[in-house]
Each structure stands twice: as C-alpha cells, then as structure tokens.
C-alpha cells in the first residue's frame, strides 16, 4: 500500500454484543474467527468466518462457510449472520487526535512493541505529523523502541538524531514538550532532532508509573501552518499513560515469563526478583520462593525453568496442600502395579515425571513429616523408588519448592525439617506484597485491565486518578490476583470509557483522601452551612447539596470538567448530569 492510501478501520458489531469491535488494517489479509490464531477474534463466530483483503482505499470480505464475496468501500457496511462490518477512513473520520479510537487498536494488539507502533502510527495518522517514536528509559540512558515516518518507513539513524534536548528534557522532568513553533525558540531551535527532519512543531510526552519515567512519545511536523498544541498534548498524555503498562513489559522482557503482568513492575524490588532469575535461572540450584498467596511464585518459577538449559522440558508442578496426605506419596514417587488396592498398573510419580527437568513443589510447607524425610532421600541419592518397587531409579531433577509459611518458625515448632530446609534454599527468592510495590499497583491494573479489554473484545477504559487512589488504598489481602480479578471486573462493568473509583467494585473500604475534595468555605466562617428551606422533601435537598457540591468543585478546578470528574470519581457524563 501507498503512502497516501488512507488508513482503514473495520468496526465488528455483533447482535448478541452492545461492544462492537474496532481494528485498523494494517495488513493485506485480515482473518476474522473466534480460533485463538485468527487476527479478530470474536467469540460469537465460526473459528474461521471470513478473510478481508485490502485493496487500497476498500476491502474484498470472503465468508470462508459460503465462499460469498462482498466488496466494501469506506463509508460502507453490509450484515452477514447477524454481525454487521463496516469500513471506516481514521485519517477522514477522526477529529484531532481521535484518542479513542487509537487506545481501541492498542487493545487489539498482542504484544508490547506492537501496541506502541500501533499508538505511534495512530497518532501519526491523526495529527498529520511527519514522525514519530516510541522511546524507552532504560537505567541512565534510553533506546528507541519505534521510529517511524508518516508513510510507515523506519526512521534511519534515530537512535543518533534523538538523542537530544528534547528527550533528555522530557525523560529528565517527566514533564510534556510542545513547541508550536521551534524556529522561535531559542532553546531547540538547533537540536538534532529538529535540524534533521526539518521540523518546524514537537511534541513529546513522558510515559508514567507514579513518579517514574519509563519513556517517551516524540512527534514532529513540517508544517508550521498545522503546529501542534496543548490540547493535542493533554490527549497525547491520555495514550501514553493507557501504554505505560505495555512499555513496562518491554522493560522487564529479561523475564521470560512476565508476559502475563505478574513480574512486571518498576518497584525496586521486582527489579531484584528479575535480576535474581537472570542470574540464578541457568544454574542448577535449587531455590526456595517465598512470598503471600497470590504474589506470582508459580510465575517466578517457570521464569526460573524458562531461563535453565532444562527449558525445552515441560516444567512438572505439584501443589502440595492440594493433594491429601494419603495420597501425596504415590502422586509423587509413583508406584507399581499391585502395589495398593486400585493400582492397576505401573505408575511414574511426578519427580520421575521431571527427570531432565524441573520439579516446581507448591506450598511445600504442607508437607508432613515422613514425606519430608523421603523427599530429602531423592535430593542426596538422585534416584527415587516407586512404591511396591525394591529397585531404585535414577533421576536428575532440578528442585523448585514454593510457600507462603515462615519455614524457619515450622522448623522451630518442630513442623518442618531442618536438613531439608537447607537443600532447598541454596537460594531463596522472596516475592514482595502488592501493597509494598507502591506504583507498581496503578501500573499492573493498566496491564490487567488491557489484557481484559482484549480477551473479552471490549472497548478501551481510561483510569481516572480517583480509581488509581482507591486502588492504592486497599490492602490486597489476595495480590496481585485479587487485583487482576478486579481489573476484569471492572473493565465488563464500567458503562463509560472512563474507568473511575465506583467501577472497581471495592466499596465499604476505607476511601483516600485523594478521591475527596473539600468544599471551599468562606474566609473565616466558622459556622455550619444554610440548611435551606426546612420543610422540602429530603431529596430535593440531598439534590440541592450534591448540585451545590459538585459546582464548587467545578470551581475549585477552574472550569476544568475532566479534572473535576476525576476529583469526585465520576464520569465527565454524570458531572453534567449532577449540575442539571
């Protein structure tokens, strides 16, 4: 496709869903179906139900069941089997930035670099502008993850021409750049940057966890006649804090698990947990990892496995407190037939299962004594015995063992042993509560609430500061699961794109100082206020106070709607609706 061709987007609407679907098509063919492999994918469909070919400026739709062809334009749609396709031109039929519809292709995408590309050619498209990249913070310096010019060509050289006061500034601050005109101003007028792309606008805008800058947007333009403003940089900070999740996955790639959001985070502590896997994960040692419910210890795990020599081999797990006490012997030494009643034939337990390979023992505190002493048998003599049998085998297995108890107190009660405590922690990984990884809380519920938005073929949702206090304030007895579990809940429940504090569901809990916003009161008055007229129903006067209320935070804003909604953790929507 040429430069110049416009830049479609199909929109999926389905009967049985209120939630259509929007992709950008940025490839010649596109498969729609609900199989897992398909590039749409829609529950409701046939695993293969139609493939889209693009055709310049229309697309050719061929419903693979009937092999029936529809030619459809944009500004065009037709209805198959109660799904309805329609075509749209962005570049035509967005307004200035259209946010929405680029976070609604960030949710289509399946990998981190690939949701940043689909954010810088989002804006590209939209803004008109000639350039663009996505840049990453990595310890003192960064890298450029995304360079591309308006017609989807690589930018040559970017790394050099970047790296330049404007970056440096943005990533330096963590506050946005915007110049209108950068022959007028003194300071980037001769950077890198602008003199190689001949810009005459830029902007460019930090990606946050909390306090930490994690990278950058850049964008340039040409034409000073079209500069680049304000509003497109508070729109701009929309997008790129809906992708500061995805960025922090690029960040913490070295962990080759942390694909599914639980080894991400930028808290200190997590960048020790993924420092300890690249250093510990090749070895053979045995490594104890401790940690609450909920915290990702699996996940470390087969972090763990993933980065071994041993990783062409299935990972074998066992969770201990999951399988009576009667049973756990024969589950995992394995037996031979007629070895009890109901043996009816040769069994391998799950340490021979894991021969060659890694054991993963979950919540080994569980365990009781007299398995205990067998499995501290398996680790000295490297060979298990199969109940029933008199003849040993040898194995080589690679112990992994997960608990949330202190074992050091199970050892002193007399719960625990103490031998084999000690060849299980040649190495302990300790995994840190959600609640102490700060941050890290508003920046996994962005990942989460991705993940759910593109699983379950929802619209994007912007989180509202008021839904990341009350994030903040809970305890999350359950973790990093419980907050997945909410994230998911939320992203079904929420009726609006703005995500607020009431849609996390986590009501009766303790609500931030951040989600309230005083009443400003005269100066000096010390007295209650005007109770009004005394004999109206109550609810015309709860109706008046909540107008009164909601106006004068209205105020207290300067005029800011979207700020005050956000102070009072509700939509810009029901704002209008409180001050009717």
């Given amino acids: 496709m040429s430069s110049d061709s416009p830049e479609l987007e199909l929109v999926v609407s389905q009967a049985a869903s209120t939630v259509p679907v929007r992709v950008v098509l940025r490839k010649l063919l596109t498969t729609l179906g609900s199989a897992a492999d398909a590039d749409v994918v829609l529950p409701l469909l046939a695993p293969r139900w139609a493939v889209l070919q693009r055709r310049d400026d229309a697309v050719l739709v061929r419903l693979i069941e009937t092999g029936a062809e529809h030619a459809l334009a944009a500004g065009q749609h037709f209805e198959a089997g109660g799904v309805s396709l329609a075509l749209v031109d962005r570049r035509a039929a967005y307004g200035p930035l259209g946010a929405a519809e680029i976070a609604s292709a960030l949710t289509s995408a399946s990998a981190p670099d690939e949701a940043l590309r689909a954010v810088v050619d989002g804006v590209i498209g939209s803004l008109g502008a000639d350039s663009g990249a996505a840049i990453v913070a990595e310890g003192m310096g960064y890298r450029v993850a995304v360079a591309v010019d308006a017609g989807g060509g690589p930018l040559p050289n970017a790394d050099e021409f970047l ?34 792309l001949s810009l005459q606008s830029v902007l460019c805008v930090p990606m946050l966890a909390g306090d930490r800058v994690l990278g950058a947007l850049f964008f ?19 997008l790129a804090s809906m992708a500061v999740p995805l960025l922090a996955r690029l960040r913490a790639a070295s962990a080759p698990s942390a694909t599914d959001g639980l080894l991400v985070g930028e808290d200190a502590s997590m960048g020790e947990v993924r420092r300890l896997i690249d250093r510990v994960g090749p070895s053979t040692l045995s490594v104890l990892i401790t940690g609450e419910t909920g915290t990702g210890k699996e996940v470390v795990a087969r972090a763990l496995h993933a980065a071994s020599p041993r990783a062409d081999h299935r990972l074998v797990a066992l969770n201990c407190a999951a399988v009576p006490p009667t049973l756990l012997e024969a589950e995992l030494f394995g037996y031979a037939k007629g070895a009890f009643t109901g043996a009816i034939a040769d069994r391998a337990g799950r340490i021979e299962a894991a021969n060659g390979s890694t054991l993963l023992l979950d919540e080994i505190g569980d365990m009781p004594l007299a398995m205990q002493a067998a499995l501290l048998r398996v680790l000295q003599e490297r060979e298990v015995l199969r109940l029933g049998e008199i003849r040993p085998r040898p194995v080589d297995v690679r112990l992994m063992a997960a608990t949330h108890r202190d074992l050091d107190a199970e050892v002193a009660v007399g719960r625990f042993r103490g031998d084999l405590l000690f060849r299980l922690r040649e190495v302990t990984i300790d995994l840190p509560s959600l609640r102490e990884r700060g941050d890290d809380v508003a920046l996994l519920a962005r990942l989460f609430l991705h993940q759910a938005e593109r699983e379950l073929s929802l619209p994007p949702h912007a989180l509202f500061r008021s839904a990341e206090n009350r994030l903040r304030a809970h305890a999350w007895p359950g973790n990093v699961r419980e907050l997945r579990a909410v994230m998911r809940r939320a992203a079904v429940m929420c009726d609006g794109a703005e995500l607020t504090a009431a849609d996390l569901g986590l009501a009766g809990r303790p609500v931030p100082a951040g989600d309230v916003v005083d009443m400003p009161a005269a100066a000096g008055a010390t007295a209650a206020p005007p109770l009004g007229d005394l004999e109206r129903p109550l609810a015309d006067a709860r109706d008046d106070y909540i107008r009164r209320y909601v106006s004068a935070v209205l105020d207290s804003c300067g005029g800011d709607r979207a700020r005050a909604a956000d102070n009072l953790g509700i939509s810009v929507r029901s704002l209008y609706r409180y001050l009717e």
């Fill in 220 to 238: 340039g333009r040409r034409d000073l006649a079209r500069p680049f403003s304000s509003e497109h940089a508070r729109e701009l900070a929309v």
């Fill in 163 to 196: 790296s330049d006061t404007v970056v440096r500034d943005v990533l330096g601050s963590g506050a946005p750049v915007c110049v209108g005109d950068v022959a007028g101003d003194s300071r980037y007028a001769a950077v890198p940057s602008v003199v190689s």
